[in-house]
């Protein structure tokens, strides 16, 4: 039988959870007024807004692309997505294939379906435009890039997806230098956001901005030691990368 102080105990638990997942991900001056003067509530809506919801939506993001087939034999495995579409002209098909294109640079095929995709009651869906923000930056359309991410940005994921980096690159590549960077700071949290703040840095590189960008790249690479074994593996490209970027910056220091 649970006693109150046991409650007290839990309680105080899943706020130090809540508290601790959220400064992680550099999100904590939001929710930490609702953690800490509503234990209870707020931490069950923190649970269900950061924790719950962008499970579930990275696995079923990641659902669809687990192929060992279409890996080993992407080829074969478009032509059997075409067959399909052939047999049964449908929404799911269509993207199926989109995202086959894509996922093997056949952007311009992707894009099409993507649009011809876009009707009715799926006029509005999320994967599809999040897929299309990617195809019209693969084909430098940066201007529709815009009004799609847009429509996107209030759902809950967009702030860590590659939709959102490609939006804020987007912006920058038709001049709007001031709100890309905004952007790009938006996506800033400490011992997260890895593969956000390593193109962060790029955008500060191309802006000439060395010392600003070894501070992001410095940062990230301080922090790889202190992270988890998983998480340490998922972002080491990004570790790999941000170092690539010290060396050129020391190298452009050394020879000034």
């Given at each position: ?11 105080v ?5 809540c ?25 069950i ?40 579409l ?51 930056f ?21 702030p ?12 920058e ?10 952007e ?8 997260s ?10 955008f ?51 020879s000034?």
């Amino acid at each position: 039988m649970f006693s109150y102080g046991s409650y007290y105990y839990i309680i105080v638990g899943l706020q130090i959870f809540c508290a601790v997942h959220s400064y992680r991900r550099g999100t904590l001056s939001r929710w930490i007024f609702l953690i800490a003067f509503l234990p209870v509530i707020g931490s069950i809506i923190y649970l269900y807004s950061e924790v719950l919801s962008n499970r579930n939506n990275f696995r079923s993001t990641i659902k669809p692309t687990i192929n060992v087939g279409a890996v080993l034999n992407p080829g074969a495995n478009i032509k059997k997505l075409e067959e399909d579409l052939r047999f049964s002209d449908t929404f799911a098909n269509k993207v199926k294939l989109a995202d086959a294109y894509l996922a093997t640079g056949l952007t311009d095929k992707a894009v099409d379906l993507y649009e011809s995709s876009l009707t009715g009651a799926f006029a509005e869906n999320e994967h599809v435009m999040m897929q299309l923000i990617a195809g019209y930056f693969e084909q430098g359309r940066y201007e529709e890039v815009i009004p799609l991410a847009k429509k996107l940005y209030h759902l809950p994921q967009f702030p860590r997806s590659k939709a959102h980096i490609l939006y804020a690159m987007s912006l920058e590549n038709i001049g709007n230098i001031e709100q890309a960077e905004s952007e790009f700071k938006a996506m800033k949290g400490r011992y997260s956001y890895f593969e956000q703040r390593y193109q962060y840095g790029l955008f500060l590189m191309r802006a000439e901005r060395y010392e600003d960008a070894e501070k992001i790249f410095t940062d990230m690479v301080d922090e790889e030691p202190q992270l988890g074994n998983m998480e340490k593996r998922n972002n080491r490209q990004w570790f790999t990368k941000a170092k690539e970027e010290l060396r050129k910056i020391s190298s452009l220091r050394n020879s000034a």
